[in-house]
């Protein structure tokens, strides 16, 4: 990979995104100002087509260049490409991938117009909730940017929480970090912590969205402010009164004057606690993600888990020439979405494929097997069978063999199996 | 206990066999030709054409290095064909001592046993018209030294079968002739009475007349099982059974079937 590129933290929400950047040997990394309004960082997912150009604007520009009639604007874009939809710009369609192509696009121009490069080495996106959908917009649309295989990842706002944390100072993370993150799409609390005694070191983080929580708009009047003060003066008196914590950290626009509307709460946070406001947290730990995917191994000493991790080693017993070797299908701490194994074997005097599971908490062994025996070549050891196996939700895991043939010794069938196992998390 | 074989990179411009009209894509399909094809490898079957075959293609490079570095005799070529194999894990160890084993035979025969032996590779293969090329660079070698009467009788029995299979039958009857002039076996003379029943050849009475009655009409009747047989099986044919009840599906299935014969064909005749 190019280290000498740009490594980028992109966030992207449901109506903003936010960038966070740095290059290899920099110590932090730096948010991106697209704008000199009054919140810079933060870019709107709109989009507009210029009327009789191959020309783009996105954010406020596409407001704007939509307000002095030269195009039409699309917003929401990650809406669009969740429904698969499509916008109709002068008479041609455009699908959701196109509309986040060239959102992506622009949104990353100014960046590297500014850094004064072209070149990218890592991008890890983060979203509140990764589906499979978007996620195979963002691949789609980032190949289409020319960047290479491996150079681009997706990971949840739970995982870039767990990065950013991890990544400050050891007495910052102790004891339990913590997160809440007020925006549009409510209020998530957010806590990390790591177990040691296993091996290796895990540091876990989980989300919740607090029900009692409230939208920044009641910020706009007094008794809002109030209201929103008691709420969170309640939920940190409930949620961490038992709990041993090392640092809170306060995110989202909602947070952005937490001081001058919730007193009380910012009060109660900071008894014995180092309390925290950082605007583009989940950029920056998708920064921190983007700069530990260059290294082959993490360098950091601890196996990562969160929702959409899973919690199984998947590994499959073949013979690699003369020798017997585990081929490791899924490691646990992987995000399910980032499970893909193609391989071709042969098989010889067997009649199915088995799968070791090893759950990673109790180290308790199971086995997953896809039998063979549609394949009616199962006596013939010539035969190459293309395997497939991927998770298709957290829980669920899916392999497909099909029968390749012999090249021109003997042909292929139409014969493919497919099957899919629930692969239950532990509490 | 039951294996699964993980296999490597598939080429993307394959390694082709002429002899066989064979296209090898992958280290296993390399191995498998070379396991069952010993009297069919060339000498100096490890040129440059392989060696660069198993590196780009199949990225293979310590493998064609090793190649490079040991195989200079025809005892290294077979023991790099032994090194090939086991590297690849492909066969079993019973398995690869039996072609350790075809190895060493073949490394004992003479120039005209390897020839012979090249020809019934091909006859297996179905490739007739190749094998009556290399049979017929023995009879044209009657006068070697190492090619004794009964080595040459079975050359010619084995060019009648290569002529018959092709529907050459007043070939394979004077092959089948010279065979039993020098042999004078009743097997022989059988062979010819079937060839001239499947031809326009009139079964000579010089020969007619050596076969007792009771054993030509037993002949006779083999002979028409044998017909009724070889009919029997072309009504079974999934094709004619598709080409009876579902003409639709007839023609499709009748073009695939006429390609496949038509290549089969092909082949027999280079």
Known sequence: MEKNGLIIGYDLCKDFCRISCFRDGEAEPEDFAFSDNENPYILHNSICKKKGADQWFVGAQAYEAALMGSGAVVDKLLKIVEMNGFSTLEGKRYSAEDLLYYFIRESLSGLLKSRGTNEIASIVFTLQEPEPRVIDALNASTKRLGLPEGTVHVISHTESFLYFAISQKRELWTNLSVLYDLSANGLHYYEMETLRGMTPNVARAKCSFLEDGFSPAILSSSSGQRLADNIMTSCIDRMLSKKVVSSVYLSGNGMEKCQEWGPSFIKLLCQRRRVFYIENLFAKGAAYAAADRLNPVSAYPFRFMCKGHIDVDICLSVMRGSNRQNLCVAAGGENWFDVHTEIDFIVDEEDAVRFTVRRLNDKTDGEIIVPLDEFKKLGRRENRYHLSAKFISEEIFSVTVTDKGFGDFYPASDVVVNRSFRIGKEE | ?270
């Open chain 2, 1 to 270: 206990m039951g294996r699964l074989l993980l296999c490597g990179k598939e080429a993307q411009h394959p390694y082709v066999v002429e002899d066989l009209d064979l296209r090898i894509r992958s280290a296993e399909e390399l191995c498998y030709y070379i396991y069952h094809n010993v009297a069919l490898l060339p000498d100096g079957f490890f040129d440059e054409r392989l060696l660069r075959f198993l590196e780009e293609e199949l990225e293979m490079k310590e493998t064609a290095e090793k190649i490079r570095r040991f195989c200079h005799s025809e005892s290294d070529e077979d023991n790099t064909l032994y090194m090939l194999l086991s590297e690849n894990g492909f066969y079993r160890p019973e398995e690869m001592e039996e072609f350790r084993a075809r190895l060493a035979m073949r490394r004992r025969r003479n120039g005209p046993e390897k020839t012979k032996d090249r020809g019934d590779a091909l006859v297996f293969q179905e490739r007739y018209r190749s094998a009556l090329r290399a049979f017929r660079s023995l009879k044209d070698r009657q006068g070697d030294a190492r090619i004794t009467q009964d080595f040459y009788v079975s050359v010619l029995n084995s060019m009648a079968d290569c002529y018959g299979c092709l529907g050459e039958f007043d070939k394979a009857y004077e092959c089948l002739v010279m065979v039993y002039e020098e042999t004078r076996s009743m097997e022989i003379l059988k062979k010819m009475y079937e060839v001239c029943n499947l031809s326009d050849i009139a079964f000579p009475d010089c020969y007619a007349n050596r076969i007792p009655s009771e054993t030509m009409r037993r002949w006779e009747r083999s002979f028409q099982t044998k017909v009724a047989v070889a009919e029997q099986r072309a009504q079974e044919n999934p094709v004619m059974e598709c080409f009876l009840h579902d003409p639709e599906k007839a023609r499709e299935e009748l073009c695939a079937f006429a390609d496949a014969e038509k290549e089969k064909y092909r082949k027999m005749l280079e």
